[in-house]
């Protein structure tokens, strides 16, 4: 079991704030990874909250990773090898309008994604959806594995 899977798994805001910063140091692909990962882990702890101001924070601070997951590959996703954009999905409905769909293809892991109710800065997303619900967690929790110190050191020897 993997440091990104225990981290993603746990609920200590502390742990997961010593997680984000190992990442970052590994520079901009790291800082991405943090980006990638905390839009996840707020993604999937707000659907488990019924509602109230939990599951609203987690929703905001989603909506805010995702902007500066848009900030970073609008900066870097070319030299990464990430293609990504947005496109609308009219099945999900948020105050009776299509949600956005940002799409991320994770070099070497595949296509993640996450839906808002407003389109934030980045290109059209070109591709389609790769259709396998529920893959996104994997995906990124592998990519951010990946990036683990250990497993980097691993790979150098």
Not at 26 to 48: D, H, M, N, P
Not at 100 to 126: A, C, E, N, T, W
């Amino acid at each position: 079991m993997t440091e990104a899977y225990k981290v993603f798994h746990q609920q200590n805001g502390d742990v997961t704030r010593a997680y984000y910063a190992k990442l970052s140091a590994t520079g901009t692909i790291g800082e991405i990874a943090v980006a990638l990962f905390r839009c996840q882990k707020r993604s999937s702890r707000a659907k488990q909250y019924r509602r109230g101001k939990w599951r609203a924070a987690a929703y905001d601070v989603k909506e805010w990773s995702m902007g500066e997951l848009c900030r970073l590959l609008t900066a870097h996703a070319e030299s990464f090898g990430f293609r990504w954009g947005w496109k609308e999905d009219p099945s999900v409905q948020f105050d009776n309008g299509a949600s956005q769909v940002l799409y991320v293809d994770i070099p070497g892991q595949g296509q993640v994604s996450f839906h808002s109710p407003s389109r934030l800065k980045g290109p059209d997303y070109l591709g389609e959806w790769d259709g396998l619900n529920g893959s996104s967690e994997q995906r990124i929790i592998s990519f951010c594995a990946a990036l683990e110190p250990s497993n980097i050191s691993e790979k150098v020897a």
